[in-house]
């Protein structure tokens, strides 16, 4: 089942707009990661944070993690077309290696 | 680094017939998760092994589902009979428990291209 959930669904902003995708989850997690699911192709990682952090920066990425209300978002600044995909949280929940995936919000960038 | 290899990127088969899908992780990693996603399901996980051996295998769908690893640079999952609803696009992913950083482990998966199957 999937523990992530993920809001909205689907995003349409324009090019040169912030985009925000909010994750909640369930379980006690040691860390949380963005990917990024172009169409068609596989995931690649964007960013993690973890537990105990609750905040972190990566280029235009900026994600938060607030663990007593068990969610988490994810700030795309000065978004561009080539952003336009779909974007996963994913929890690894302590005691366990595999990830558990939201289910995933779609962004469309219009340039 | 060529990243995680699967094959075939893509898989048209009907039901009944047996399919057997492959990884090649990335050179190093110890760890290797199989994952379906579908648009009614979204992102599952179905395995994963650790150092070769199976882990966690509780989001095998069912009997009809098999997988292996035999080595550190190769694994398949395998699905007989195939059903129609197995149709879906199938990922490998890797990583390993090593350390990223002063004190810090990494717990980034590297995934495949992914094989979309489909049964008719």
């Known amino acids: 089942s999937q523990q992530g959930e993920e809001d909205p669904q689907a995003l349409s902003i324009q090019e040169g707009e912030n985009a925000t995708m909010n994750c909640s989850y369930k379980?006690?997690?040691?860390?949380l990661q963005w990917y990024r699911q172009n169409s068609g192709r596989g995931l690649v990682h964007l960013i993690l944070i973890r537990s105990n952090e609750r905040e972190k920066h990566s280029g235009r990425l900026r994600v938060t993690l607030d663990t007593s209300k068990k969610s988490s978002s994810l700030l795309i600044t000065a978004s561009r077309a080539a952003d336009t995909a779909s974007y996963f949280c994913?929890?690894?929940?302590?005691?366990?290696?595999?990830?558990?995936f939201g289910s995933g919000t779609r962004l469309q960038v219009q340039p | 680094d060529a990243g995680v290899i699967q094959s075939p990127r893509h898989e048209v088969t009907e039901m009944g017939q047996e399919v057997t899908l492959r990884c090649k992780p990335i050179s190093g990693h110890n760890s290797l998760f199989w994952y379906r996603q579908t648009m009614m399901r979204g992102l599952e996980l179905l395995i994963y092994?650790?150092?070769?051996?199976?882990?966690?295998d509780s989001g095998m769908p069912e009997d009809r589902f098999s997988a292996k690893m035999p080595n550190a640079s190769f694994s398949t999952l395998k699905i007989q009979p195939s059903e129609p609803r197995d149709s879906a696009v199938y990922f490998c992913?890797?990583?390993?428990?090593?350390?990223?950083?002063?004190?810090?482990?990494?717990?980034?998966?590297?995934f495949g291209p992914g094989t979309r199957l489909t049964v008719l």
């Open positions: 092994f650790n150092n070769n051996v199976p882990i966690d």
């Open positions: 992913a890797s990583n390993s428990r090593g350390l990223a950083g002063v004190g810090l482990r990494t717990d980034t998966q590297y």
């Open positions: 379980t006690s997690i040691n860390n």
């Open positions: 994913a929890t690894a929940d302590t005691g366990r290696r595999a990830l558990t």
